[in-house]
Nanobody, 120 residues
């Protein structure tokens, strides 16, 4: 069983910054992906950024260079540094992890979500 704990959400003014952190606990045969999704009121959950096991990254188009995802494999932690935040970034941000068990079965895990509100 994998447990994801998120932190760093809050209220910021437009143009401000937030640093989201997600720590995964448990034993992992392999982590395929770890990153962040978000869901705004009335909207579907959407990808924000992913970090793969080989170190590559994937960002949603709306990031436009404003966000940076990074991780620490030894600590099973992923961080999303968000700069130049806009009101449109307001959403609940969810940490996501996809793992593979020792029997090569895939599992998806989600954090409880952390609220990000960008408003003046």
């Amino acid at each position: 069983q994998v447990h994801l704990v998120e932190s760093g959400g809050g209220l910021v003014q437009p143009g401000g910054s937030l640093r989201l952190s997600c720590a995964a606990s448990g034993e992992f045969f392999r982590i395929n992906y770890m990153g962040w999704y978000r869901q705004a009121p009335g909207k579907e959950r959407e990808l924000v950024a992913l970090l793969t096991g080989d170190g590559s990254t994937n960002y949603a188009d709306f990031v436009k260079g404003r966000f940076t995802i990074s991780g620490d494999n030894a600590k099973n932690t992923v961080v999303l540094q968000m700069n130049s935040l806009e009101p449109e970034d307001t959403a609940v941000y969810y940490c996501y992890l996809e793992s593979i068990s020792s029997t090569w079965v895939h599992f998806d895990y989600w954090g409880q979500g952390t609220q990000v509100t960008v408003s003046s």
